[in-house]
């Protein structure tokens, strides 16, 4: 695949450094997914390489197998000119190749400082050496230019200062290597521009950076080059000098945006839920309705309680404060079993965690939610259930050989099918997507918002929550923006910039993204 | 990720009704095996007596089996076991009718699985403890209730009824069948029973999904706390006394069956006729044992044995996937 970008690029402008890292044919079959197809591609010292993709485009499959967490099907790598294995996470530390990750992997009821020794404590004659390594561990802080403790527990801090710390840690580990995984989803804007300040540093040492994010500003603010993934395949490698946010996007997609993200505009018709000053555990004081026919987006970081809110619409979580109108009428949501009854549908924001019984057949993931209606009062019918079932896998073109297939059998976009497709067959008028494209390709992200269309046309309602902003911005009538725990700012259609978003989103008033360096 | 060629998967039921035939066969081969190996072992009388030990363990078997499959475990059956043979031995010997008796007693057992369920639910205590701990509550009960003597119980009726048969058929082994039945039909075709797996797969994934897994979870451990009260029940009759020290360890023979029988102890993975197959096995191990005058001591060896190389298997199994 990188043939073609050779092609284009026969002599790479860049080159501060020599061939670090090269992968050749490397390749990752899952059992009913080819999640990387065979993929050439060198990194030099010394530079930062962005990775861009749509969610399910192969970039975590491709940091899993340079970070050993996986073995490769086939393909060969390189490590400095040697042939490495890279097939297990020792091996890739002891060459040098450091990951950090959107999800803070370290122990959070350690110090900061027994976190940053994880592994390599200082100890003489087997007694730690507490206060040294807290010393040292602060002198690397404060020389990193972060203003954070390094004596007190990890989990005191915030997710974002967690990240910052995860990120320190790998640099004074001898890394050569390092891989950031989207690192400023949970991040502010203050904590970013720390963040990228190490990330420069580290590369004026020589270390090469990996960098993978959503967000296009920061691949331009930061990136030497750029490559991009879709669906397993790596469409090409650019010079960042000499590309643009538009040949980014269609190289990710490989068809218009209007294409993918299919947009149906309705009138829209009577209110069906509406919460008025409701405030929860992570959130306060929303306000905002959503009316039959409409899809109304929520954006925002990480943690910004746009889930938190909707989860408490759901009845998982107790509200504080406000209240909650269904089609007009204040109503108590006190379990998830209240909110179904009224007839709301949520595909939660983990499919994993919280979306499927992954060692259950298809069939009855897609029946969960119906069993009740589909027996009497002691037996279930078995003819209904295998129909419903059918239908559903039909309807939604579902991939799955059989409805009696383990759901953990299928590929993450069919998954994600099951976990909306069980709702179909319920009858509920408000359905809640909570980040409904993790880890989905890009066709089926087509058919996910085509079903968008077809549930609003029958008067459903939509509430869609998206850390991927053209997500948001492309399907949502009205979108608002959630910074911690408040809603921040409201905007109709395609009625503000994704610019003035991303600061409304970050801070309260902060200078635009590449305004420094 | 893209999408192509999912490997094609044989839909579960096939698996189930498969291993569940395995079962059966590798019981049947135990049989011929042990028939051929010993004189006695085909007796009518070392049979009715093997139906009558697997019997028990069976029905606690079932009960186990709901609990395991919510990717929980229920310690406290043997105890159960115990404590329901005194309770039910005390009101026959206080002139109580025999079917109020059986009925408090089984009562006893549903209150003991109400609290499993409400220290797990509400208190949050690990099935693992809080089963542990009327374990041995339980039994301190029972010997405070007994001052650690045996009750004989003096009702003829209520024993003879252990020794009798049905149809040539031992009516112990009659009692899997009332018990197995409703089971099945409980687990593989109601709701309840697709909960139950749902629960045990992704209680979040199912809540969401507007299961009530808080009931789900009382409802598990009342069923295992009814069955083992009901083998007290059996006990009881079966060796005419009531002691709360009986049944020893019979909570592992009761998980150990439940697993030889295909439940997962990682929990959304099982069946009714598993765990009564698993459990005539075991006993057939047990008996051809003694038969074979292998050291009783070592049965105890083969059980855990057994459950150490099935719940590996099923490890791998998981990983496999």
């Not at chain 1, 085509?450 to 509430?463: N, T, W």
Request: charged share 15%; aromatic share 8%; with cysteine.
């Amino acid at each position: 695949m990188t043939s073609t970008a050779q092609e284009l690029h026969p002599a790479p402008v860049l080159e501060p450094g020599r061939t670090i890292l090269e992968l050749r044919g490397l390749e990752k079959r899952y059992p009913g997914t080819h999640a990387l197809k065979p993929v050439d591609l060198a990194f030099k010292s010394g530079e930062i390489h962005a990775i861009v993709g749509e969610n399910g485009a192969g970039k975590s499959t491709l940091i899993k197998l340079l970070t050993g967490v996986m073995p490769r099907t086939s393909g060969e790598i390189t490590w400095e000119g040697q042939p490495a294995a890279l097939a297990t996470p020792h091996e890739a530390m002891a060459l040098g190749i450091n990951a950090v990750h959107q999800e803070v992997v370290l122990c959070r009821h350690l110090t900061v400082a027994a976190n940053m020794f994880l592994g390599e404590e200082n100890s003489r004659f087997g007694i730690l050496q507490q206060r040294a390594m807290v010393r040292q561990a602060q002198t690397i802080i404060d020389d990193l230019g972060f203003d954070l403790p390094a004596h007190v527990t990890l989990g005191d801090l915030t997710i974002g200062q967690q990240q910052l710390i995860a990120a320190a840690r790998a640099t004074v580990r001898g890394t050569k290597f390092l891989i950031f995984d989207e690192p400023t989803a949970y991040l502010t804007r203050k904590e970013a521009d720390q963040l990228f300040t190490l990330i420069r540093r580290l590369k004026g040492e020589g270390v090469t950076i990996i960098y993978i994010s959503h967000r296009m500003e920061e691949v331009f603010e930061l990136a030497d080059r750029v490559s991009v993934l879709r669906d397993g395949t790596l469409v090409g490698t650019r010079n960042i000098a000499e590309t643009n946010d538009a040949e980014l996007v269609k190289m990710m997609i490989n068809r218009s945006i209007e294409q993918v993200y299919h947009k149906e505009h309705f009138t829209p018709g009577a209110a069906l839920i509406e919460a008025r000053n409701l405030s929860g555990k992570g959130f306060e004081n929303v306000s905002m309705t959503v009316r039959a026919g409409e899809i109304v987006g929520l954006y925002g970081l990480i943690g910004a309680g746009r889930s938190e809110f909707v989860t408490t619409l759901y009845g998982r979580h107790r509200k504080s404060a406000g209240q909650i109108l269904w089609e007009g009428k204040e109503v108590q949501v006190n379990s998830e079993h209240d909110a179904i009854k009224l007839g709301m549908a949520l595909a939660p924001e983990s499919r994993r965690d919280q979306g499927l019984c992954l060692n259950l057949p298809v069939g009855f993931n897609l029946n969960l939610p119906i069993y009740k209606r589909i027996s009497n009062n002691l037996l279930i019918s078995s003819t209904q259930e295998k129909t419903q079932a059918d239908r559903q896998i039909a309807d939604l073109r579902i991939k799955t050989p059989t409805r009696g297939a383990l759901a953990s059998s299928l590929s993450g976009g069919n998954q994600q099918k099951i976990v909306i497709g069980k709702w179909l067959a319920h009858g509920a008028k408000l359905f809640i997507f909570d980040e409904p494209t993790v880890g989905v390709d890009v066709g089926t992200k087509a058919e996910i918002y085509r079903l968008f269309g077809a549930l609003l046309s029958k008067g459903a309602g939509i509430i869609l929550i998206s850390s991927y902003l053209t997500e948001v911005y492309e399907l949502a009538d009205t979108l608002h923006v959630f910074r911690r725990g408040k809603l921040v700012a409201t905007h109709g259609f395609h009625a503000a910039s994704h610019e003035d978003i991303l600061t409304q989103a970050l801070a309260e008033k902060q200078e635009k993204l590449g305004g420094q360096i | 990720m893209s999408t192509e060629a999912i490997p094609v998967e044989k839909p579960k039921r096939n698996y189930n009704v498969l291993f569940g035939l395995t079962l059966l066969a590798l019981l049947v081969l135990l049989w011929i095996l042990l028939s051929v190996a010993t004189t006695s072992f085909a007796s009518a009388n070392n049979m009715a007596n093997l139906l009558r030990q697997g019997s028990m363990i069976a029905i606690m078997a079932v009960g186990q089996t709901f609990v395991i499959i919510t990717g929980g475990i229920d310690l406290s059956v043997g105890a159960v076991v115990g404590f329901a043979t005194v309770v039910v031995a005390m009101m026959i010997n206080a002139g109580f009718p025999i079917w109020l008796a059986i009925l408090v007693t089984l009562l006893v057992g549903v209150a003991i699985g109400m609290f499993h369920g409400f220290g797990i639910v509400k208190m949050g205590l690990p099935p693992f403890i809080i089963t542990l701990a009327t374990l041995t509550s339980l039994r301190g009960i029972g010997l405070l209730m007994t001052n650690g003597n045996s009750i004989n119980i003096n009702s003829d009726t209520f024993t003879a009824f252990s020794r009798n048969s049905f149809i040539g058929i031992p009516n112990l082994f009659w009692m899997v069948i009332l018990v197995g039945i409703p089971a099945y039909i409980f687990l593989h075709h109601s709701r309840w029973g697709r909960y139950l797996f749902s629960v045990g797969s992704n209680a979040e994934a199912s809540r969401l999904s507007g299961v009530n897994v808080q009931r789900t979870i009382y409802m598990a451990y009342t069923l295992s706390g009814l069955c083992a009260a009901f083998v007290g029940v059996l006990l009881a009759a079966r060796i005419g006394i009531g002691n709360p020290t009986q049944a020893e360890g019979w909570e592992l023979q009761a998980i150990a069956s439940s697993v030889i029988g295909g439940t997962s102890l990682f929990g959304a993975v099982g069946s009714v006729h598993g765990p009564l197959l698993g459990a005539f096995i075991l006993a057939t191990i047990n008996n051809g044992a003694n038969l074979l005058n292998v050291n009783s001591f070592w049965q105890r060896i083969i059980t855990g044995a057994l459950i150490i190389i099935i719940v590996y298997f099923d490890g791998l199994r998981r990983r496999g996937k």
